[in-house]
Antibody, heavy 121, light 107 residues
Framework: QLQLLESGPGLVKPSETLSLTCTVS??????????WGWIRQAPGKGLEWIGS???????YFNPPLTSRVTITIDKSKNQFSLKLNSVTAADTGVYFC?????????????WGQGTMVTVSS | IVLTQSPGTLSLSPGERVALSCRAS???????LAWYQQRPGQAPRLLIY???NRAAGIPDRFSGTGSGTDFTLTISRLEPEDFAVYYC?????????FGQGTKVEIK
């Protein structure tokens, strides 16, 4: 059964770069059927799509974040990663990675457990 | 596309029927409209995809309907584990937005 697991620092200083990795186990990240995405949730708030990547490396970002976001994929490690630079307190929250099944569901069908990131000096 | 969910919070009892609304600012193809459930401290779980199709393992008390700009998630009979926050989501037009959520709480 496919599983996703986020990893990375739980504390990032303001103006620095938030870096997270999502490791995919139990399946291949290289399948053309799936996109891979990052979604975040500020404390007590709703869900915000950050961006998605296809196995080919094509990326799609939420416009307000485009200038600060990089998403990459490492097929050899079955991982994809998020970098968000110039962070502020507004970037504090739980960050989820998720798989989007494209052929039938067109929805995020498998999610990681989420990782809490706090931006603070 | 902005998704507006209503109401913000519902206070209900187990066994009741509930209908949650999701209204889109522009038409959304049903193929790209999904509903998720999020329990406290957990990741969201896919309930409904394609506006009306239950995801694997989702009980048949959950159903989705709608088209265009108006979509509804119905829970026919609330079970204790259904008290959670529900989000609609569209993956038709970037940015791929979520609604702000509807919290279903125990009365």
């Amino acid at each position: 059964q496919l599983q996703l697991l986020e990893s990375g620092p739980g504390l990032v200083k303001p103006s620095e770069t938030l870096s997270l990795t999502c490791t995919v186990s139990g399946g291949s990240i290289s399948s053309p059927t799936y996109y891979w995405g990052w979604i975040r949730q500020a404390p007590g708030k709703g869900l915000e799509w950050i961006g998605s990547i296809y196995y080919s490396g094509s990326t799609y970002f939420n416009p307000p974040l485009t200038s600060r976001v990089t998403i990459t994929i490492d097929k050899s490690k079955n991982q994809f990663s998020l970098k968000l630079n110039s962070v502020t307190a507004a970037d504090t929250g739980v960050y989820f990675c998720a798989r989007l099944e494209w052929d039938e569901l067109r929805a995020f069908d498998i999610w990681g457990q989420g990782t809490m990131v706090t931006v603070s000096s | 596309i902005v998704l507006t969910q209503s109401p913000g919070t519902l206070s209900l009892s187990p066994g009741e029927r509930v209908a949650l609304s999701c209204r889109a600012s522009h038409s959304v193809s049903t193929r790209f409209l999904a509903w998720y459930q999020q329990r406290p401290g957990q990741a969201p779980r896919l309930l409904i995809y394609g506006a009306a199709n239950r995801a694997a393992g989702i009980p048949d008390r959950f159903s989705g309907t709608g088209s265009g700009t108006d979509f509804t998630l119905t829970i026919s009979r609330l079970e204790p584990e259904d008290f959670a926050v529900y989000y609609c989501h569209q993956y038709a037009t970037s940015p791929y937005s979520f609604g702000q959520g509807t919290k279903v709480e125990i009365k």
